[in-house]
């Protein structure tokens, strides 16, 4: 390892260790502006530079282009490096407009840092300044061309980090121009990146524009909750509101940077208007009330019920949006109460995905995001990252940016900001194509007699051979069997449910085959891990609920952090179910159909304002801190009231957990116990973590050694014969407008795109449709309407609907989903 001195302080560091990382290890920031650690070097701003004293250079050069060698000697305060860089900020705002009092970046701008630091106060140069036009580049992000300083971050990151081509350099020389051929929304699902990364005020949040100062703002690190992956993430608060979200480091999650949907879905927390509009009243019976007098009278009903009826007469539901809090306190809720419950689940075959990925994910076949970078091989099976956790995409595109082949065997048309190889297949054949692409590097497994994995790499073995593979997937066998660190990643939404158990036993058996190989589950929501884990051995799903209601077996319906009627599948159904209850208790922050229907509401306090726990996809704990005190938020530009009082409307809202233990009387010595104290009561992997908080911020991974092989994944479903239904209606997640966030969040509206079915082109000339065309899709319960994709990315007999918030879908009476092609008209 290299050791060199710089600024008389020696230090060693590892090979490849660029001199301006060695200088931070010290505590040394040698000012840049093109040098980011996640895009590496570029030498383009000529900030960076330092005095080379002795070693392989000698003189001013550029600490970013220079790796660190045994016997340097640097000098970051050398007057020549010093003047160097002076000269640097004196040309750089030679052009640059004196707009900080009017600039949303003023007070967190790396240009104002740096002039102020360099000591540059005066423009000596007489001429006019250059001036650009600036372009529309969507609703989140605000163009100020003016203020570029030619670094090439922005274009670094989008083109090559994110994959993106639509915004880039134009022109050549001082007339370089930063920005799309033509005006136009930003493609790239990934483009909020661009405030954080600009060192200047070129790229701003649209959405917090002229509303804030960095010094005015109450910040505290959080957690992104759009998906399973748990980004770290700091929350930005102002007047009893969040402002902005923005990308915290987290080396092992999300690295630097964060999806638009993270981003920018906060919208829900602030209030909203008209139908968005929080609820931040409880209720009972449709008139607004206290808070006490809510929490009391659901105590009231929930115990003249029990006494009534008997306990298993009320029944308990949450949601994968839930925090470990909620479902731990619903889970020892139902324990110690005798309630029916709690079910996270709506959909059987998606609770026994989700808790097959639980228990199959162990220590020894984990890994995370930064290790799917470094894979040599990915293996998408049955998953959509762009849609159901985008930043998974990102990491597969560094992957791939390594020269690692991709592979993606799934049944929509999936799309991945990198070179990928894509086998359409229906959801019963994901696990034969996956079978044939691992066999040939496994193979020798089987010949080891005594191995745990022998018979489960014999029956995979027999799988593969079912029928002959395609001839691009025997190319990918063949780099499979080369690699050393392939990385399988499955999902759980429109997969089989044996697929999981598969994919992890597929995952072991390279293991086994001497290679570093893991395996990354995709899971439905930011709760799914815990849901999985506090569900178990119950395999009872809302489904079950709901007929227990219509027979007159549960009375009251408790649900915290839940909308019944944003997920079930049969919106008719519940409807008339509801109406059987003598109860329906909504514990929320959303002003959901479940809100609007519930004889009593008490509003529930979000993550922003007092904090959650989740467990991401990988079984890592994450932690978010609040933010911000509850209460009704005040819009930018008010001034808050000037008559003083203790009340602040919602100020005194609890957590859902809270309430949760208030409604139910647990029993308690000292007020409402805390978390530390009743989650290892359901959960006994949290005993022994600590208090308060009971762990650190980026936690450590809840996994065991490892369950060993099963096989389970040998109970398959059947493809369809003769005279079976002729499609499979597969129901997905989009990044925009599936999730409940979606629907609550109208800082998300101008994301979201009108819905689409996706139909393999065999099938559509078979139906007589063409790409465009709008069709009538019936259903058990009705029908909806909807425009159609044609692509020969779909599998065959398979359609592909989104979970829309602009589309009726809610008519099923069941999964999955089998339609006639007569049942499709087109319109």
């Known amino acids: 390892m290299p050791r060199l001195i710089i600024d008389e302080r ?25 040098y980011h650690e996640a895009l590496g070097s570029v030498g383009a701003c000529r900030m960076c530079a330092v005095k080379f004293l002795q070693g392989p250079f000698k003189g001013v050069q550029m600490s970013c282009m220079v790796d660190a060698r045994d016997g340097m000697v640097v000098s970051t305060t050398d007057e020549e490096a010093v003047q160097f860089r002076q000269r640097v900020i004196e040309l750089l705002m030679m052009n640059h407009p004196l707009d900080c009092p009017v600039c949303d970046e003023g007070g967190q701008c790396l240009l104002q840092d740096e002039t102020v630091s360099g000591g540059h106060a005066r423009r000596r140069f007489p001429g006019p300044k250059r001036t650009y036009r600036d372009q529309y580049l969507g609703p989140y992000i605000k163009h100020e061309m003016n203020r570029c300083i030619h670094c090439y971050r922005c274009s670094r990151f989008y083109q090559e980090f994110c994959g993106y081509r639509d915004l880039g350099p134009l022109q050549i020389g001082s007339r370089m121009y930063f920005g799309r051929f033509s005006d136009g929304p930003l493609e790239s699902p990934f483009s909020g990146n661009l405030v954080d990364i600009c060192p200047t005020g070129v790229y701003t949040d649209k959405t917090a524009r002229f509303k804030l100062r960095r010094w005015d703002l109450q910040r505290a690190p959080s957690v992104c909750n759009q998906c399973s992956l748990g980004c770290a993430t700091v929350a930005n608060g102002h007047y009893r509101g969040v402002m902005r979200i923005e990308a915290r480091f987290n080396r092992d999650v999300n690295g630097y940077f964060l999806c638009d949907a993270g981003r920018f ?17 409880p209720r009972i019976a449709g008139v607004s009330a206290s808070a006490p007098s809510a929490l009391a009278s659901a105590r009231e009903a929930l115990e003249n019920i029990s006494q009534k009826y008997g306990p298993r007469a009320i029944a308990a539901a949450g949601s994968n949006r839930s925090s470990l809090e909620s479902q731990a306190m619903l889970a020892l809720i139902c324990k110690t109460r005798d ?43 049955g998953a959509d990252p762009l849609n159901e956790a985008p930043m998974c995409a990102l990491a597969i595109r560094q992957a791939a940016r390594k020269n690692a082949p991709i592979v993606t065997i799934d049944s929509r048309p999936l799309f991945l900001p990198c070179e990928f190889t894509h086998f359409p297949v229906a959801p019963e054949k994901i696990e034969h194509y996956l079978a044939m ?18 018979m489960f790499c014999r029956q995979l073995g027999a799988l593969s051979l079912e029928s002959a593979p395609p001839e691009a997937m025997a190319a990918f066998s063949e780099l499979l069997l080369a690699s050393k660190r392939p990385v399988i990643i499955c999902g759980t939404d429109v997969t089989r449910e044996s697929t999981p158990s598969f994919a992890a036993g597929c995952a072991r058996l390279l293991k086994c085959a001497q290679k570093e190989a893991g395996l990354f589950f995709l899971l439905p ?3 799914s891990f815990g849901s999985a884990l506090l569900s178990g051995t119950q395999s009872q799903t809302f489904g079950d609920l709901v007929e227990d209601i219509e027979k007159g077996v549960v009375r009251a319906l408790v649900v ?33 159909e479940t809100v609007e229907r519930a004889s009593i509401f008490y509003p529930a306090s979000t993550v922003f304002e007092t904090g959650s726990t989740y467990i991401n996809q990988e079984g890592r704990l994450r932690f978010a801190q609040p933010v911000h005190c509850g209460g009704a938020p005040i819009s930018p530009g008010e001034h808050p009231p000037r008559v003083y009082s203790g009340l602040v409307p919602g100020g005194d809202h609890l957590p859902a957990w809270k309430a949760l233990c208030q409604i139910a009387s647990m029993p308690r010595e000292d007020g409402v116990p805390a978390p530390e104290k009743f989650i290892p009561s359901v959960l006994p992997a949290f005993s022994g973590l600590g208090a308060g908080p009971i762990y650190p911020v980026d936690g450590p991974r809840l996994l065991s050694p490892g ?35 979606a629907a609550w969040s109208d800082s998300l509206d101008a994301a979201v795109c009108e819905p689409h079915m996706s139909i393999n082109t065999k099938d559509a000339a078979r139906a007589g449709l063409s790409d465009g065309d709008r069709v009538s899709v019936e259903l058990d319960g009705g029908a909806f309407e909807i425009a159609v994709s044609v692509s020969e990315r779909t599998a065959e007999k398979v359609l592909v609907v989104p979970r829309h918030q602009l ?10 989903v089998r339609i006639l092609a007569g049942k499709i008209r087109k319109i």
């Open 437 to 454: 692409l691992v066999w040939k590097a496994v193979e020798k497994v089987a010949e080891n007699p005594g191995k745990d994995a022998e």
């Open 265 to 281: 879905g906060f919208s829900y927390a602030n209030g909203g208007q008209g139908r968005r509009e929080r609820p931040l009243l």
């Open 525 to 527: 929501g930011a709760g």
């Open 339 to 381: 309630w029916r419950g709690p079910v996270f689940f709506f959909d059987p075959s998606e609770r026994g995905k989700t808790v097959a990925a639980v228990q199959e994910l162990s220590s020894d076949i984990a890994v995370s995001m930064r290790e799917i970078e470094k894979a040599d091989l990915v293996i998408v099976a």
């Open 10 to 34: 020696e230090i060693e560091v590892p090979e490849g260790t660029k001199v301006i990382d060695a200088a931070q290890r010290l505590g040394i920031v040698i000012p840049r502006f093109c």
């Open 560 to 592: 915290s952090e839940c909308d019944p009627f944003h997920y079930y599948p049969d919106h008719a159904r519940l409807e008339r179910a509801v109406s059987k209850l003598e109860q329906l208790i909504a514990i929320d922050y959303f002003p959901s």
């Open 807 to 816: 589309l009726d879908w809610q008519k099923i009476k069941g999964f999955p």
């Open 707 to 741: 369950p060993g092989f099963t096989s389970q994944w040998s109970q398959r479903g059947e493809e369809a014969g003769e005279g079976a239904p002729d499609f499979e209606l597969l129901l997905v997640e989009w990044m925009f407008g599936t999730s409940e966030f």
